[in-house]
């Protein structure tokens, strides 16, 4: 945009701080008071004396960090799972062609829509008779319907990009053909791996209603953790934000470090790079 | 050491028949060409003989072994693709070496080094042994693919149209040093183009392919002087060849064209003659190369007269077209020729050269001569 | 070496392809099973889990003709009742009217703010590039903590927000606990969430588009807005098309907020069809009720959905032809 009007630029720019500030205000508030000690929390709002109190009650109980490494667990299973079966799927819809395949692929992708509520109803009955409620596995199975469609449906660009030709040139080269995905697919799809399976990570480890709903107290995850603090009467808030702060921090720190594989597999590949 | 043969191979990708019973045997240390135009098939064979597809119907050899089943990395050929398919991710020397770090080709490291190095100093790519391929030009691309190539021992070398995507002059400059290579080469050797000079220039024998199918094969001159039909004829020669409908006439004692409505001039050799009566009919399609219809702007009894129709300068020659009879054709001409159009000009057949077809099927009768019989013994 | 037979000198021609049509014919020797097999190899895993995630899916559609009820052991099928039952009930219109106001506010405020601030951020200022980076930490956090964030934000005792605003002179804004502001809090804690997602897909867009029309149309002498409505607009529709379809799609069926604000009050306020389904099946204990409600909800994001990937697929590929 050719817009070298200087009022124009000055209100763009307000715009722009006016929504960063919408936007990032509230982390960084929450930051803030989750260095607040409890007896400073309602008579100070910005000047304060900061402390670690909260985080140390909160490391001290072990209750939180427990909840910290569930989420750790389902959500690497999760994506790991889905690494395993979308990949290969991603290949097959890329490479081959069959009846029904683009239905296939919509089938896929359709499982990112499916209203959670609407699994979750059936699958409590189920999980029950079969023994997966309340288990890190029926989370995991269940989080494929959030994670697998990410990944097929970035994975199936990249490898749509790479050119039969490569492949065909390895074989004869002397490569068995399963040789050949791990040698020469996998090395060319691997800024896409990252980018789908980042996405997907972050989705399954924001999750609340599956846990919620498919999970007792078993397998307590810290989006669930947090509802104790929104329904319970506690005057913890400094907790509540150190809590909060934790169990952001991860997906915050990824975001930072990613940034690039981020956009791209947001964009679904449409864009590329 | 192979003979390759392929014996009424079909492929049919769903329900589009792409190769038709093409049957062809490649003799041991061959140059064999594979000619045709876009679509006719070329790659679907090559792939084929490398196993990267799988025939429908018929039976492919590699010295009498059917081999249709068998992987590609187990057939031990080397291919250079058309768009050169080269590994994006790997230098050039990792490229060149790949075939010989498989698992069924594997070399040893020291081995290797010599080769690669070897291989890109005869190709005049040494010097580019660190880069990855999206630094290299399209020539230079075109050159680690050979290599590739080059740096195996394979029973056979297939290479797709390799010079197709080059730009004129180097696509010259590499068919002049392919020949070379050719020579030094020692191994059966397919070649796929759609460049009938290449086809011409490089090969021992041409197989010549259209929509599927094999028209002819035979060696270089067999195909340019007794093409087996009237596509094999019109494929090979720039310009084309003039094709065109005569009835036969007998006159005073000898066989006669009746050609472009003249029946005067266009006597049919003697051993012709015999060929065309045996064959029978009485309208023939003859053909005559532009070269071999000589002009002049001045006339005589003998020669037919025609009226310009255009002129097309080339570089050093042009093509000038003619009109007789409501047919247009083709001649070659110098490129400072003044010739304007309507301008009358009178052509000289030379019937020693002539091709005959049939009318109906466009199949190879007879010509005069003994050029391009296939060799006895 | 020979080759096959040699051929009678006096046939000008000896292709072999027309030699002999009718010769004995080698026996083709058959493709090996596991080369035939390996494309259902491949994709054999993806559809076994497809098929198990379907499972869930006809079960539902099976209870949903059943009374089946968490209270008691035995149920019987009674067609459609549920069905009938939910349809006649004024409720279930009102969580479907709910439901579309909360896709409706949500998506439309989300898609107009997030393409106004992509424009802003495809500049190549410090700002703009700094801002690029962080501006999208929102979308990385859970929808549910980011009630829990606003909750306290908003807090009379302790929240920065309650007390900006009481220093204003509006003290008690009710957010969540009010009928006439739930709404308004809910939509507001999606738009803050999910904005991000629309300005990266946008962002995207116009940083791929290609410098030439508009350096054409600038020597043509458009305004801005010329440009953005016939230049931009068609060229960055597919990628609106994505966010568009994954916003609409999802908070359609969003349950987290509201389910943690407020529970879907005050009253029913906030009863989405998620949210009505829940309670159905986790209060009162009825699953054979609760599905209907959500199996068409489901019917209708499919159907949609459908067409939005039909209408993105035609788009792109007329923005790839211009």
């Known amino acids: ?273 | 050491m192979a003979d390759i043969a392929l014996k009424q191979v079909t492929k049919k990708f769903k329900k589009n028949t792409v190769l038709s019973g093409v049957s062809i045997d490649i003799k041991d240390k061959e140059f064999f060409v594979i000619f045709g135009p876009a679509g006719a098939g070329k790659t679907t064979l090559l792939n084929l003989i490398a196993g990267i597809l799988v025939p429908e119907e018929g039976v492919i050899t590699i010295n009498g072994n059917v081999i249709n089943s068998l992987e590609p990395e187990h057939r031990n050929v080397a291919m250079v693709f058309e768009n050169y398919a080269l590994y994006p991710h790997l230098t050039v020397f990792e490229n060149i070496a790949s075939p010989l770090r498989s698992p069924k080709y594997r070399q040893p490291e020291g081995k290797i080094r010599d080769e690669v190095e070897r291989v890109a100093k005869i190709l005049r790519i040494d010097w580019l042994l660190q880069r990855l391929p999206s630094e290299l030009s399209n020539g230079q691309r075109q050159r680690v693919s050979l290599g590739r190539a080059l740096v195996r021992n394979p029973e056979v070398f297939l290479m797709d149209e390799p010079l197709t995507h080059l730009d004129a002059k180097l696509r010259h400059q590499m068919r002049a040093e392919f020949k070379e290579m050719q020579a030094n080469l020692n191994t059966t050797t397919i070649y796929v183009t759609h460049d009938y000079l290449e086809a011409l220039s490089l090969a021992d024998r041409i197989a010549v392919l259209n929509q599927g199918r094999i028209e002819q094969i035979g060696t270089p001159d067999e195909i340019y002087y007794r093409p087996a039909t009237e596509f094999v004829a019109e494929a090979f020669g720039e310009p084309e060849i003039n094709i065109l409908t005569a009835d036969l006439v007998s006159k005073d004692g000898s066989m006669h064209l009746n050609l472009l409505g003249d029946s005067d001039h266009f006597a049919v050799p003697g051993r012709v003659r015999q060929a065309l009566e045996e064959h029978g009919g009485d309208t023939v399609r003859a053909g005559f190369r532009p070269k071999d219809i000589k002009y002049n702007f001045t006339g005589d009894s003998s020669m037919l007269r025609a009226t310009v129709y255009s002129f097309e300068p080339l570089g050093a020659k042009a093509i000038l077209t003619v009109q007789a009879d409501g047919q247009l054709i083709r001649l070659i001409a110098a490129a400072d020729l003044d010739a304007k159009p309507d301008q009358p000009i009178y052509l000289k057949f030379n019937m020693e050269e002539a091709i005959f077809f049939d009318s109906g099927t466009g199949r190879f009768i007879a010509r005069a001569g003994e050029k391009g019989v296939r060799s006895v013994g | 070496m020979s080759s096959i037979g040699r051929p009678d000198p006096s046939v000008p021609f000896a292709d072999l392809a027309n030699a002999s049509p009718n010769r004995n014919m080698d026996k083709i020797p058959p493709i090996p099973f596991m080369r035939k097999a390996r494309p259902y190899l491949i994709l054999a895993p993806a559809l076994l889990l497809t098929i198990g995630i379907l499972i869930p899916f006809f079960i539902s559609i099976y209870y949903s003709l059943t009374n089946y009820s968490f209270k008691y052991k035995d149920y019987s099928f009674v067609g459609l009742e549920n069905w009938t039952k939910m349809l006649t009930d004024p409720s279930f219109w009102h969580s479907v009217w709910v439901t579309l106001q909360y896709a409706f506010f949500s998506t439309g405020t989300e898609m107009l703010l997030g393409i106004g601030v992509a424009l802003m951020l495809n500049q190549d200022t410090r700002l703009a590039k700094a801002l690029r980076i962080v501006l999208i930490f929102p979308l990385m956090i859970a929808p549910v903590i980011a009630t829990l964030i606003w909750q306290l934000m908003t807090n009379n005792s302790v929240g920065v927000i309650a007390h900006a605003l009481r220093s204003i002179g509006i003290n008690n804004f009710l957010w969540g606990a009010a009928p006439k502001t739930a709404m308004f809090s809910v939509v507001l804690i999606d738009v803050w969430v999910n904005t991000p997602f629309v300005i990266v897909l946008v962002l995207a867009g116009l940083r791929s588009l290609p410098k030439a029309p508009f350096e054409s149309a600038m020597v043509d002498g458009g305004s801005a807005w010329f440009t953005f409505k016939t230049l931009t607009l068609p060229m960055i529709k597919p990628l609106l098309l994505i966010a568009l379809l994954f916003r609409v799609m999802i908070s359609l069926q969003e349950f987290s907020i509201i389910f943690a604000l407020t529970r879907g009050g005050p009253g029913d306020t906030l009863m989405s069809l998620p949210l009505t389904a829940y309670n159905e099946a986790f209060t009162y204990k009825e699953l054979g009720a609760a599905l209907p409600y959500m199996l068409i909800l489901w019917v209708f994001i499919y159907i949609l959905s459908y067409y939005l990937i039909r209408y993105w697929s035609r788009a792109q590929k007329n923005a790839s032809g211009s």
């Open chain 1, 1 to 273: 945009m050719g817009n070298t009007n200087p009022i124009a630029k000055i209100l763009k720019n307000s715009a722009l701080l006016l929504y960063a500030l919408f936007a990032l205000f509230p982390l960084f508030w929450m930051l803030l008071i989750s260095f607040k000690h409890d007896r400073e929390m309602f008579n100070t709002i910005f000047v304060f004396n900061p402390t670690l109190e909260n985080y140390r009650v909160l490391f001290s109980t072990g209750e939180y960090i427990g909840y910290f490494m569930n989420n750790v667990f389902v959500s690497v299973g999760a994506v790991l799972l889905s690494l395993a079966v979308g990949v290969p799927a991603a290949y097959a819809l890329a490479r081959f062609d069959f009846r029904g395949k683009e239905d296939l692929a919509f089938t896929f992708l359709s499982f990112r829509f499916a209203p959670e509520m609407l699994v979750i109803l059936p699958l409590f009955l189920i999980y029950q008779k079969i023994g997966l409620y309340d288990t890190a596995f029926g989370l995991i199975w269940v989080f494929q319907l959030i994670s697998l469609p990410f990944i097929i449906w970035i994975l199936r660009g990249y490898f749509e990009d790479i050119s039969p030709e490569i492949e065909h040139a390895a074989r004869v080269d002397g490569y068995s053909w399963w040789r050949v995905f791990l040698k020469i697919n996998m090395p060319l799809i691997k800024p896409g791996m990252v980018a789908a399976a980042l996405l997907s990570f972050i989705f399954v480890w924001n999750n609340f209603t599956f846990t919620l709903l498919l999970a007792g107290q078993g397998v307590v995850t810290t989006t669930v953790a947090s509802l104790k603090y929104i329904s319970s009467d506690t005057v913890h808030y400094g907790q509540m934000a150190a809590a909060v702060t934790i169990a952001a921090l991860p997906e915050v720190l990824l975001a930072l470090l990613i940034q690039k594989h981020l956009v791209r597999g947001l964009s679904m590949g449409a864009v590329k790079g």
